[in-house]
């Protein structure tokens, strides 16, 4: 692709395997709340907005955050089968 002195080493954005170029910034406006607990039983698909969302296996698998690093660094977390 080149150089591209606005890309991802600037902090800018980047070009995706179409060429496309992508924004990966998070806009601090749209920022939400992490979900503490993932339970793959739940559908996380949303039709209307198939890029902002997953569908995924439904495998019985849930994993949580037990803790989170002092710096944010690192976090701990633990999977299980869901009940």
């Known amino acids: 692709m080149g150089s591209d002195p606005g890309g991802a080493a600037a902090g800018g954005d980047d070009r995706g ?3 496309a170029r992508c924004d990966w910034r998070a ?5 939400q ?3 503490p607990v993932f339970d793959d039983r739940i ?11 997953v569908m995924n296996p439904n495998t019985g698998t849930r994993i949580w ?7 944010g660094s690192f976090m ?3 999977v299980s089968p869901a009940k």
Do not use: R
Not at 27 to 31: I, L, S, T, V, Y
Not at 43 to 53: R, W
Not at 65 to 71: D, E, K, N, S
């Open 33 to 35: 709340a992490g979900v």
């Open 17 to 19: 395997q179409d060429g």
């Open 65 to 71: 955050i037990q803790g989170v690093g002092a710096q």
């Open 76 to 78: 701990q977390i633990q």
């Open 43 to 53: 559908s996380y698909y949303d039709p209307a907005n198939p890029q902002g969302s």
């Open 27 to 31: 806009d601090p406006g749209a920022a």
